[in-house]
């Protein structure tokens, strides 16, 4: 706003995002900032969860503006670095975000553009809001871990594809396709689970092809896994599929996109702050695209402690 040129700025750049456009587009980003008038100190991320570091680093050495130049997962990890520091509150900080991603899935609840001029703008205009924040909870090498995450969490079959499309991306794959790929790919690989999910209390306890945990709306590079989500309310907006069949993907496959597939007799939908997941199979799960647990996970909503810069004319409102 109007202090905004006095703002000091940490950029965190991650150049493997959009399978390698943050590398290619970096002299552009850095010559939009710089016309734009920010100040600020560029750190690149080389390695996955680097971003967590320097997330916890630029903390520690004063900073409480960020800026994130990648996707989904680049944010995930800043996210996590913001909740993993202990110098302060992380309501204290400011998160705005340059869409380098493919899928890009966060910006569309909040209404951030898909090009890197128009997000620069909604940065320096300086809109604020504060989210709610996920985290999940699940053993690991004999020990709890946590975790935390900003866009949607997935488990079962949506845990398949995200492993399916990073594995895509490494390979070098792009493009929004590859998450029609990564659906399709996992589909015959895949083997419904007996599940049990308990939901603020009450339980679900059958064969479940999926549940996905939102808080914004849209993952899988524009699926609208989480119609009714609402980022800064409450609630998560939680989807469980139940057993479904390849032919009633198909039949609801345009339905993911526009969240009319939530009509499905075999989809229900539900609010709630507290879920706990377990199956006696292997059931994996995802977090932002990012890939953790095996069979028992616990989700908790943290009430609106991430402060992010978002486009107040599209939010809720964007695709």
């Given amino acids: 706003m109007g202090d905004f040129r006095k703002k000091m700025w940490f950029v965190i750049l991650n150049p493997h995002a959009g399978s390698g456009r943050g590398k290619r587009d ?3 980003l850095l010559n939009l900032l710089n016309k734009s008038d920010f100040l ?3 750190a690149i991320s080389e390695f996955p969860k680097h971003t967590i570091q320097l997330t916890v680093q630029a ?3 004063g900073y409480r503006n960020v800026i994130v130049a990648g996707g989904d997962g680049t944010l995930n990890e ?5 909740f993993t520091q202990t110098i302060c509150p992380p309501e204290e900080l400011t998160i ?3 869409p380098v991603g493919t899928g890009n899935d966060w910006i569309k609840t909040f209404g951030i553009p898909n090009d890197y001029q128009a997000a620069i703008n909604i940065i320096h205009q300086g809109d604020t809001m504060r989210q709610n924040v996920g985290r999940i909870t699940f053993p690991e090498s004999d020990a709890l871990k946590s975790c935390w995450f900003a866009n949607m969490a997935g488990f079962g079959f949506d845990a398949m594809v995200a492993e399916k499309t990073n594995q895509l991306k490494n390979k070098g794959r792009n493009g929004i396709s590859l998450y029609l790929q990564a659906l399709g790919s996992s589909f015959w690989n895949y083997q419904t689970a007996k599940t049990r999910i308990v939901i603020d209390g009450n339980e679900i306890n059958e064969l479940i092809f999926s549940a996905s945990i939102g808080i914004g709306k849209y993952n899988g590079g524009g ?5 009714g989500a609402i980022p800064n309310n409450g609630q998560f907006e939680v989807t469980v599929i139940r057993k479904i069949g390849f032919f009633g993907i198909l039949k ?3 339905g993911l996109y526009s969240g009319e597939f939530i009509k499905d007799p075999r989809v229900s939908t539900h609010k709630a702050s507290h879920i706990l997941i377990s199956s006696e199979q ?3 799960g995802e977090a932002d695209g990012e890939i953790l647990g095996h069979n028992k996970f616990e989700i908790e909503l943290i009430f609106q402690k991430l402060e992010v810069i978002y486009n107040p004319d599209k939010y809720l409102k964007f695709g």
């Fill in 78 to 82: 800043v996210v996590n670095g913001i």
């Fill in 252 to 254: 609801n496959l345009a």
């Fill in 96 to 98: 705005g975000m340059i």
């Fill in 282 to 284: 292997n059931i994996e």
């Fill in 223 to 227: 699926m609208m896994q989480a119609p």
């Fill in 26 to 28: 970096q002299a552009v």
């Fill in 40 to 42: 600020y100190e560029l």
């Fill in 59 to 61: 903390v520690e050495n």
